[in-house]
C-alpha cells in the first residue's frame, strides 16, 4: 500500500513541474478584458480553436456537387456499384460488374489529377478478372473502353459547364433586363 501511495505522489509531483506557470504567473502583462479579442489574439497565436473566428479566409474548397468534372464521372459510372468513392484524394473505384458472363468481370478506376476540364484531367484505368475454375487472374487492359469513358466524361462535364454558365447569364439578364416601361 505504501509503494502505491509513493507511485502516486511520484506522479503527482511529476505533473506538477510542468506548471511552473500557473504556479508563478506574471503579474505584470494585463490581460485583454474583452474576451472575444483575446479569444482572436489566442487563435491567431495557434493556442486554441476557432469556430466562429479567425480562421484561413479565401479557400478555394469545393463541394462535390458543384464540381461538373465530379458529377460528370459519378453520371457516367452510374450504372456500376462503387466500391469506392473519394472526393478529397479525386479517385472513384467501382465494384466487379459482369452483365452476362459470370467468369469474367471488369472494374474502373477514376483518378482526378485536376478539377479543371481538360484532356488530362483524367486517369481512367480498367481491369479485368477472368476466372476459371476457381483460378482468378487480374489484368490492367488497355482498350478503347477507358478512352471512350473519360470523352463521356469530359464532354457531360463541359456541357455542364456551359448550362451553369447559361443560367448564370440569364439570371443577370433577368435582373438587369430594362422593361419597355421604365425606358421613358
Known amino acids: 500500500m505504501k509503494f502505491f501511495k509513493l507511485i502516486i505522489l511520484f506522479f503527482i509531483s511529476l505533473s506538477l513541474t510542468g506548471c511552473a506557470d500557473l504556479l508563478n504567473p506574471d503579474w505584470s502583462k494585463t490581460a485583454e478584458p474583452d474576451g472575444k479579442k483575446r479569444a482572436r489574439e489566442n487563435v491567431e497565436k495557434g493556442k486554441g480553436i476557432s469556430m466562429l473566428y479567425g ?13 461538373p468534372l465530379w458529377r460528370a464521372s459519378l453520371d457516367t459510372l452510374d450504372f456500376m456499384v462503387l466500391s469506392t468513392v473519394d472526393y478529397a484524394g479525386g479517385l472513384i473505384i467501382s465494384d466487379w460488374y459482369s452483365e452476362n458472363n459470370s467468369n469474367e468481370s471488369i472494374k474502373i478506376t477514376v483518378r482526378f489529377l485536376t478539377n479543371e476540364i481538360r484532356s488530362d484531367a483524367l486517369n481512367v484505368s480498367i481491369h479485368k478478372k477472368s476466372c ?53
Not at 466524361?153 to 456541357?159: F, M, R, S, V
Open 55 to 67: 480562421g484561413k479566409k479565401g479557400t478555394n474548397f469545393q463541394f462535390a456537387s458543384s464540381n
Open 132 to 184: 476459371q475454375n476457381l483460378n482468378c487472374t487480374t489484368k490492367k487492359i488497355d482498350s478503347d473502353v477507358s478512352f471512350e469513358i473519360k470523352d463521356k466524361i469530359l464532354k457531360k462535364a463541359a456541357l455542364y459547364v456551359k448550362n451553369s454558365e447559361d443560367k448564370a447569364f440569364k439570371e443577370n439578364e433577368k435582373q438587369f433586363k430594362i422593361s419597355d416601361r421604365d425606358r421613358y
